[in-house]
């Protein structure tokens, strides 16, 4: 084997053999199933197999009306959250860029949400807010504040989660971009401001420009995120009241798992799928200065 | 020997330490267990009274060289985990927590071996004696065949704070409100008043004293699913079908009874604390512990032990029990028969074990010794030991409210078996939810329902 390949290729072979396994074991095939299954009607909690249906689930999709007031919750959803996450992350950023006390210190503390579980996230959100039980409807009380019933309402309810999300992921986004304006040129920055430029102009007209790739980057990440969110809705508000706060991938779950259509579920992945991938690539393309493709940047284009 | 390879297998014995290793020291620190014990690893629920079936199991299993092993998983995810599990060829499980409302699935998938299965010899059916069972056993049942080993079935009823219902002031104060005499409510109008007659702002009175904090007339888990398998007893109570009509097999989420009864939940639901609509069973049970409510309806096993447990309740004695009201004549006590079993899955590898363990620790005279002994607030499934001189004697609360179920006249309902149930559950939480939550009129949650509902039978071929 060694002869008829050559001792490098035998080698680059073995060693290729573990990643294409992961990809095509762990990634390609589960994708393909899933395709498979779209197809297919397949109640797991009573049919034996899959049956053949065709498109039938495809059409269902677009008289699911549950579906589509589930995508309006999700995009209200990641769309807020991701707004607020960036807005306080670059906030977050730009303070830890300086030279401050205990600056580590503090950036290790902002890291903490992040790396704890969504399930304890949710489950400290549900208690933090907690009408009876939760400090802060208490706090609210004390200084005679409005009573707030925050998993009662339809957009309290929301918030609540808007709220967890942004204590968990806005950590993430300040990592990313404090790594970004990092990587920001000191003598750029010095030099506009030797020519006399504000602060805030030095930031709008040197820093940002610089960091843009990366909020780009961090925002697409966000949102496509904030469209797989489903321990914190299941633990605070189980979805309600009503529908109110019930995200695709909630609606996606309770198909697979609590209806037990998992061929309906697929068929919802599947489209989801497609939808996000067409979003992101028109984001991309919007994007000033992102070059799309290797070949784009090559020739320049896509700028 | 190159020094290439020489450290070829230097690599190689240091990849086979950390590879087996590892297993060798576990091995050696696994205590030593007799070679003839058989592990039956049984998927359950963390409610205590599995609890005290693994340790009654394990000490009737001692003498067999049986011993029960439980993991726990959250109730709504025994059924999940079992189909999936079975599905994927898991070998894992030989004993199943089984809830009557997945009975159909599992007995569609053939997850749990029938215990008719077992019954071959007449020693096994002297020990297991079927007809010693309660009538709700048939909720185990699918196709004649029993698909788990009854254990227990509790009734849905009403609590109430017996003590705020002797005391005169409130009596005299609802009198003069209500024109009749406080006493647990009857029929759903009366709980309706009750509720709303104790529902106070903190610094309201109660029983003579001001109130520290806001208290509530009544108290029903709220949270989607849960909020169904409470709402619909008293749907069918008001006359309803449960959710469609098996001659037509036509949805009837609309009708005029369900408008009635969703419009009675409204008016209930302002009683019950803002946040009752995130409230499981527990967490429902817990709140009415802590003296927040003065009536509750649950299951009684749950409230009986969450309210009687000196550690956690501040309202130890007080609550007493009523049946479900009745809402129409025809319909009197409205109840449907729940119950819970352990089964034997169909993948075990110890499926004789099983059904020996099972059959010893549940027989009559282990439920009995079970009831006496270890747990006297057992809500059992075997008829001679509800009846028992000996249990009766015990007098506790639990089983004086259990006998109030099998003395009063009531009407017990089955629930459905369509594949379809699950979502058509989910439908009515919804439309519950969303009147209840004042999103939609009760109207218009209960048409947008119906018409959700109504798609799915198109989907399934039902109608047309």
Known sequence: MGKLFGRQQLFLGVFLVPGVAYVLVWRLLPALYTVYLSFMSYNLAF??????????????????DNLLASLGVTLKFSVLATFVELVL??????????????????????????????VAVATIWYVLLHDFVGPIPHLIRLIHGPEIAWFTTSWTALLSIIVADVWEWTPLMTLLLLAALQGVSRETVEAAMVDGASGLQVFRFVTLPQITGMIAVAVGLRFMDAFLELDKVLIMTGGGPGTSTELVSVHIYRTAFQFFTLGYAATIVIAFLVLLAVIYRFYLRALPGYAFSASERMSGAGG | MSSRQIRLWIVGLLVGVLMFGPVQIWVHLTPAKAASTVTLNFLATDFPEYDAFVAAANAAGKPMGIEVKKTNVNFDDVQKKALLDFTSGVKTWDLIFLNSSWTPSFAARKVLTPIDDFL???????LVNPTDFVPATKQLMSHGKLYSMPYLSAPLMVAY???????????????????YELAPPKTYKELLNIAKFFTRKKGETLAGKPLDDDFYGNVIASKKPFVFSRYEHMLVAFGADLLYDPKTMRPTWDSPESVAMLKYYVELFKTMPSDAQTMTGGMSARFAAQGRAATAVHWLDLMYSGFEDPKASKVVGKFAYTLLPTQIPSRPHAMGADANGIGIYALSQHKTEAFKLLAETLSTKGVKDFVLKNYPEFPSMRVSVLNDPGVIKTRSGLYQAMLMVTREKSYLFSFPEIKEWAQLVDIACDSILEASTGQKTVEQALKDGQKRMVDIFKRAGYIK
Not at chain 1, 54 to 61: E, V
Request: hydrophobic share 40%; net charge positive; charged share 25%.
């Open chain 1, 89 to 118: 992350g670059l906030g977050t950023a730009i303070l830890l860029d300086r030279d401050l006390p205990l600056r580590n210190l503090i950036m290790g503390l902002c890291l903490v949400p992040m790396v704890l579980a969504p």
């Open chain 2, 120 to 126: 071959t010899t007449p020693e096994a059916k002297a």
């Open chain 2, 161 to 179: 704070r017996k003590d705020l219902f002797d005391d005169p002031s409130e009596r005299q104060a609802f009198k003069a409100k209500y024109g």
């Open chain 1, 47 to 64: 049919d034996p197999g899959p049956t053949w249906v065709g498109i039938r689930n495809y059409l269902q999709l677009v008289r699911d």
